[in-house]
């Protein structure tokens, strides 16, 4: 790359246009839109996140006191607060949902050989599946009742470990219970996922057995069961018991008739017991601990993108408005991955996102930019935040 090239037009070379045009074409009905194109809608979104812009009117203010640069930022006309407000509401979310999808199977294809950090020998791909909400005004988002009064989205996720990419997304009402979204999971055979206590339901669990996958879920204490062989357990660190055992439950044992392995680990940390049920057999109690612990990445993956990216207030109030809003804080945050993976770069996302918000405009080649982080793709150093903050529209 030139070294005079703006570090936005540097990032969005590792976008595909042609892919983008593809899903434009598969999802816009109406009249050519040469005066604001989907693809200038998709910069202005992804300036909006990676800039942590609050409002419509927030996003144009700062476009135009850059409008000397702006063509050479790959904005070919100037933006109007009306444009993209009427674009947000009137164009297609999924054309944003479909090339966010793209853009993780890209990173997952780049990721694919990385290791996940445990010692667990595993051959598939290790998931952590969790769900987070987003508290919204009801007064303005009446479209997505909630409970006390409230609104809401809910925002599924299924993440891949290598590389902390999110594979499946699914953004529903806050309503939607979370062990619903394992039916709309496609599930891998030989992959790991590990789950928290609101996935805990038998019937759903028995499919990833049919499937050949593999499961690590908290359950709850008072759950029923019968123990049918006491594993040993050999000095392994805060691993209380290891039992092989058949749920008693009314629906428990219908929902899942087969054996399942129930893992005691006690939390030196939180003083507490973690119960864990998973089938599989073949690996120590202390590695099923491992990868119940795994699951914390989507904590902060979560937490990485409230934080730095722009998905707890909206830019407008309708439904495809905060769905587009959401997939191009998606697409933001796997672009990020992408160029971190392409570019061999070693600080964390968390760094990156943080050097990028406020170097957009410059011209530093991106390999200068991030060489003098900090070597190390930890996140432990990021201040804890809201995790349920409410929104209101602009």
Not at 140 to 151: E, I, V, Y
Request: proline fraction near 2%.
């Amino acid at each position: 790359m030139r070294d005079d090239r703006l570090v936005f037009a540097q990032l969005t070379d590792f976008l595909s246009w042609s892919e983008f045009a593809r899903c434009v074409k598969r999802y816009h009905r109406g009249r050519s839109t040469k005066a604001f194109t989907h693809w200038a809608q998709l910069l202005c979104m992804l300036f909006a996140q990676l800039t942590f812009r609050r409002s419509l009117r927030d996003v144009v203010t700062c476009l135009r006191s850059q409008s000397s640069k702006l063509y050479r930022a790959g904005f070919r006309a100037a933006v109007a607060r009306s444009t993209l407000s009427d674009a947000n509401e009137a164009r297609d979310y999924r054309i944003f949902r479909d090339y966010s999808l793209h853009l993780i199977d890209e990173a997952k294809a780049l990721f694919a050989s990385d290791e996940i950090g445990l010692d667990v020998k595993v051959d598939g791909t290790v998931y952590a599946v969790d769900a987070t909400t987003v508290d919204l005004c009801l007064s303005l988002f009446d479209w997505a009742p909630a409970t006390m009064g409230r609104a809401g989205i809910k925002m599924h996720t299924v993440l891949d470990l290598r590389g902390t990419i999110p594979s499946v997304v699914d953004i529903t009402g806050s309503r939607s219970p979370d062990a619903a979204f394992l039916d709309r999971i496609p599930l891998e055979a030989g992959s790991i996922y590990i789950m928290d206590r609101g996935y805990s339901h038998a019937a759903r669990l028995i499919r990833f057995t049919h499937s050949g996958a593999f499961f690590v879920v908290r359950t709850f204490a008072d759950l029923h069961y019968e123990v049918v062989q006491e594993m040993l357990v050999e000095d392994e660190v805060n691993i209380t018991s290891d039992q092989h055992v058949v749920l008693t439950g009314r629906y428990t044992k219908i929902g899942y008739p087969l054996v399942l392995r129930r893992v005691c680990v006690f939390d030196q940390s939180n003083d507490k017991t973690l119960i864990l049920l998973t089938n599989i057999f073949d690996a120590t109690a202390s590695q099923i601990a491992q990868l119940y612990k795994a699951r914390w990445r989507i904590e902060l993956f979560f937490k990485c993108i409230k934080q730095h990216l722009r998905i707890t207030s909206f830019m407008g109030i309708s439904r495809n408005a905060v769905q587009i809003q959401v997939w191009t804080a998606i697409a933001a945050y796997v672009l990020m991955a992408i160029v971190k993976k392409r570019l061999g770069c070693r600080a964390s996302l968390h760094e990156m996102l943080q050097v990028i918000s406020v170097t957009l405009f410059e011209t530093t080649p991106l390999s200068n930019l991030f060489s003098e982080l900090a070597h190390s793709d930890s996140q432990a150093g990021v201040q804890q935040i809201p995790l349920f903050e409410k929104s209101t529209g602009h």
